[in-house]
């Protein structure tokens, strides 16, 4: 099973072809990620990453209720990184 994972987008910019990219935080781990699904995503919002897409927004507060629970099942470490990344 796959999960998605949230993340702060740190900065959007588009790609040659006209995509919607941007940079999304995990717990201090940047990765590229594919905006087009959620053009009204702004700078500092929290987004739901899967396979390097995201999926939709979600607010602060539930995006760390869900790193909360990473923390708790032992798969983000207490610094906020995420393990085995």
Do not use: W
Not at 34 to 44: E, H, N, R, T
Request: aromatic residues 6%; glycine residues 12%.
């Amino acid at each position: 099973m796959c999960l998605g994972i949230p993340g702060k987008v740190t900065h959007i910019e588009h790609d040659p072809l006209g995509m919607m990219m941007g940079k999304v935080s995990f717990g201090g781990i940047a990765r590229e990620v594919c905006l087009a699904y959620v053009p009204d995503v702004q700078v500092g919002e929290y987004v739901i990453v899967h396979a390097g897409f995201a999926l939709n927004k979600v607010d602060e507060q539930e995006a760390m209720e869900v790193f909360d629970l990473l923390r708790q099942m032992g798969e983000m470490s207490e610094t906020g990184e995420l393990c085995g990344t």
